[in-house]
């Protein structure tokens, strides 16, 4: 298993929150959440950085071995207070091994199946909570098996001091035709166009929200 590299922990109860680091591969201007897929054993066949427009950044895309197995890595950098910190992560409907969670300041609160009203349209969503009185950050990771089907998919992850609202708004919109179809497009079909629609939707009515994405071709 590859080595993961621990960020420093301790009190920040004084540290100037606009001095958070910024992962160059954010999705959305003042992201701190940085996502990342890695392999055990060859899985991964390319991986680099793509440029997806003005105001997006950066996102990470991968090219992998169908039913190969690897694991995604969730770094958050960000001066966490008492009030604390969530991340939700949204994927396509793959094998996840539950009992490979590992975290540094971070529990795992949830992993759970979904399917979008009237279609066959399966993903997954991993809830995460901070589980630390307050530090400089935090990651977790988990293990999987790249078997969403031969083809493009998408994940995102949100972070949030309380992403309670935002969940309760993202399930309930399934299945309208709007921006939460628009982020299960991404995660099903890798469409970049999807990705930003959604995010300019949920910029604006989750004040705060971090997010990050990758997207892998699996052959």
Do not use: C
């Amino acid at each position: 298993m590859e080595a993961v590299v621990r960020g420093p922990v301790g009190s920040a109860a004084a540290a100037p929150i606009n001095n958070q680091p910024k992962p160059q591969n954010q999705v959305g201007l003042g992201s701190v959440v940085m996502t990342r897929l890695g392999s055990y054993s060859g899985a991964i066949l390319e991986e680099h950085r793509r440029y997806i427009g003005t105001g997006a950044g950066y996102i990470w895309y991968y090219k992998v071995k169908h039913n190969g197995r690897g694991y995604l890595h969730v770094s958050v950098f960000k001066y966490v207070p008492l009030f604390g910190y969530a991340t939700y992560t949204i994927l396509p409907d793959m094998t996840l091994y539950k009992n490979s969670f590992y975290g540094n300041n971070f529990k795992l609160k949830s992993i759970e199946t979904h399917r979008i009203p009237g279609t066959n349209i399966r993903f997954k969503t991993i809830e995460t909570s901070y589980s630390a009185w307050f530090s400089f950050g935090g990651w977790w990771g988990i293990d999987l098996k790249f078997d969403a089907g031969y083809g493009r998919h998408g994940i995102v992850t949100l972070g949030m001091n309380n992403l309670d609202k935002f969940i309760v708004a993202f399930l309930g919109k399934l299945g309208a035709g709007k921006w939460a179809d628009k982020l299960i497009d991404f995660v099903s079909k890798g469409s970049l166009s999807s990705l930003a629609d959604a995010l300019s939707v949920v910029t604006l009515f989750a004040s705060g929200i971090n997010v990050d994405a990758v997207y892998f071709t699996e052959v």
